[in-house]
Structures are given as C-alpha cells and as structure tokens.
C-alpha cells in the first residue's frame, strides 16, 4: 500500500480539489452528490491526488473544476512529462464537461493498493484496508452532507452502505471494461 498523500504536492492538489467542490456543491441545491469508488489507480489519482483523476485529464480537461484550480496543481516533471492516461477518469470527465453539477468524487479506500512490490499495478482493497476507508467516508459525509450517495461499481456501492448503512445507496456501472454506456445512463439519473 501506497500513502499518496504523504507528498506534498498530492495533498495540495487535494485540498484545491476538495475546497472547490465545498464551495460549489453548497451553491447548488440539489446537486451535492457523492460518488464512491474503490481504491486510486497507479496511473490516476495516486499521482495527482484528486480521485478519478490523471495528469492528463487535469491538464487538458476543459471542465471548469479543472479550468479553475490548474494553475495552482502542484504535479512533478516525470508526471507531467508522462502525461499518464486513465480510462476511468477519461470517460467520467468526457461526460462532465458541459454539467452543472460536479460529483464529489471519493475512493473508499483512498491509498493506493498494490500487490507486494509492484508499485505500478492495482489490487483490491483488503478487509483492513475497508474498515480504514469508512471512517474517512464518514468524515467526509458531515463535512459535504451529500444529498445522493452513489457507488461507482458493486465494491463502491458494498462500501459505501457500510459506511452509510441507513442511507439509500445507488448504483452506477463502472465505466471500464465496456461499461461506458451503463455508467452514462446511471450518471444521467442522479446528475442535474
């Protein structure tokens, strides 16, 4: 397991991350929704900090999120020399780009898990790692007071209703693996 956050230039992407989306989900009634997902990829949000995230999308995004805080990212040469591509964050910020409302995005376990030694690959958060993932999930529910909850995936949704067991939890199709069209129709029911 990786602690992305103990950089810190990851943290201050964060923090710009989450004190935009404090600012902007407050102004929009109706639109304060979370998504959860599993844990940050190697290619994505291990390097920039900010879940369903890449260097990629942050530098060429035309998402007015990203139009706003990039000047102030905080991203080393080797990532931005990389410019490192995640298809999951790709395909969430094609279909954001003209919306009004932005999702609070969140990984139930936010550390990046990885097989022993092997930095660049992903694995599956354990039971431990969970348990950990709750209380920040928690946290982050009474500092945002999300209106929707939504899991991206079957392990998003699992996670998110134990961290929430009395809010209804929805469902939205992970986007990888041919799930494009599922995860477009499942963000059409929950985004404005």
Same mark, same amino acid.
């Given at each position: 397991?990786?602690?992305?956050?103990?950089?810190?230039?990851?943290?201050?992407?964060?923090?710009?991350?989450?004190?935009?989306?404090?600012?902007? #989900?407050?102004?929009?009634?109706?639109?304060?929704?979370? !998504?959860?997902?599993?844990?940050?990829?190697?290619?994505?949000?291990?390097?920039?900090?900010?879940?369903?995230?890449?260097?990629?999308? !942050? #530098?060429?995004?035309?998402?007015?999120?990203?139009?706003?805080?990039?000047?102030? !990212?905080?991203?080393?040469?080797?990532?931005?020399?990389?410019?490192?591509?995640?298809?999951?964050?790709?395909?969430?910020?094609?279909? !954001?780009?003209?919306?009004?409302?932005?999702?609070?995005?969140?990984?139930?376990?936010?550390?990046?898990?990885?097989?022993?030694?092997?930095?660049?690959?992903?694995?599956?958060?354990?039971?431990?790692?969970?348990?950990?993932?709750?209380?920040?999930?928690?946290?982050?529910?009474?500092?945002?007071?999300?209106?929707?909850?939504?899991?991206?995936?079957?392990?998003?949704?699992?996670?998110?209703?134990?961290?929430?067991?009395?809010?209804?939890?929805?469902?939205?199709?992970?986007?990888?693996?041919?799930?494009?069209?599922?995860?477009?129709?499942? #963000?059409?029911?929950?985004?404005?």
């Amino acid at each position: 397991m990786t602690n992305p956050y103990l950089d810190d230039g990851v943290v201050n992407n964060l923090r710009l991350y989450l004190e935009y989306m404090l600012e902007h #989900m407050s102004a929009h009634p109706g639109g304060r929704v979370l !998504l959860v997902g599993e844990a940050p990829s190697y290619k994505g949000c291990r390097i920039t900090g900010i879940p369903f995230s890449s260097v990629k999308v !942050l #530098m060429r995004a035309e998402h007015p999120l990203f139009r706003t805080i990039k000047s102030k !990212l905080t991203l080393s040469s080797d990532a931005l020399k990389e410019m490192t591509s995640e298809n999951t964050a790709s395909i969430v910020w094609q279909y !954001l780009v003209d919306k009004k409302t932005v999702p609070l995005f969140w990984n139930y376990f936010p550390f990046h898990p990885h097989p022993e030694g092997k930095e660049n690959k992903n694995r599956t958060p354990n039971s431990k790692e969970i348990t950990q993932g709750i209380t920040y999930l928690q946290q982050l529910y009474d500092i945002f007071q999300p209106e929707i909850v939504a899991g991206v995936g079957v392990k998003g949704v699992e996670c998110a209703r134990k961290a929430y067991p009395v809010s209804s939890i929805k469902y939205i199709r992970h986007p990888s693996y041919g799930g494009k069209s599922e995860f477009i129709e499942g #963000m059409n029911s929950i985004i404005q």
